[in-house]
């Protein structure tokens, strides 16, 4: 979830034309888990509150250059850390202390990519959103494959919600081979936030119920799972339809 958050900061930015550069301060740290590091960005200025964005999200160590994690152990290194995606590139240069390097922070946008991303109907791309491009690993190869897959409603903004829920062709197949053929970009990223799999249209089946999209979000949302089922089963509540179960969690009336 903190990672969605912190790319959800992405998709409020507006801006320039996409070949002008983004700069900033910037801090890199050891992750959360191994073989990630912590990147935090800081745009604007934010002295005088005004134009100020910042962001973070733990990544890949591999996806770097000119950064390892031994470096965050050397006080006082010099660091010119570089992340290379089709989008453009990220760039972090500074010094190390107590575990963490902090420096200048540029993303350089890659105009050609821009223009691809024109070109398959996708407009205004700005320096910002070409920046969540890269951190998320938006390629031209990936919107393809989601126009191939027929994906609808899909916006240069929804991209980026898209792929950060990690919502692929793949994705796409198995739930309409699950008997859920939704092809809208915003209703496969609703389903994919609240964990709506073909292994969960299974289970649910299991238990009797063939669910709507609509139904499946919600059962996913209120955690309405086989155990909750018996339970209610065993309190004498037979046959119940997926709306009541929804509103005996909704008012908890379990508890």
Known sequence: ?????????????????????????????????DGKMSFNWQRGDCAAEQHCNDGGSDMLWSKWSGVTPTDLEREGAAVDARMRAESG????????????????????????????????????????????????????AWVKEMKD???????????????????????????????????????LTSMKAVGVSPE???????MGYSPTEEELIQMSVFKIDAPFVERMKARGFQNLTIAQLVKIKVFKLDE
Not at 14 to 22: K, P, S
Not at 101 to 111: L, V
């Open 1 to 33: 979830m903190r990672r969605i958050l912190a790319f959800g900061l992405l998709l409020a930015l507006g801006g320039t034309t996409a070949v002008a550069d983004t700069t900033g301060t910037c801090s890199i740290r050891a992750g959360r888990t």
């Open 149 to 187: 897959a027929g994906v609808t409603e899909m916006t240069a903004e929804k991209l980026m919600g898209l792929k950060a829920l990690k919502v692929d062709a793949a994705y796409v197949k198995a739930m309409a081979a699950a008997g859920y053929p939704e092809l809208r970009a915003n209703k």
């Open 200 to 206: 969960k249209v299974q289970a649910v089946r299991a």
């Open 89 to 140: 590139e990220m760039h972090c240069v500074g010094t190390v202390h107590e575990a963490a390097m902090r420096g200048t922070y540029s993303f350089t946008p890659d105009a050609q990519f821009a223009k691809r991303m024109e070109a398959m109907g996708f407009s205004d791309q700005t320096p910002e959103r070409l920046q969540g491009y890269a951190m998320l690993d938006v390629t031209t």
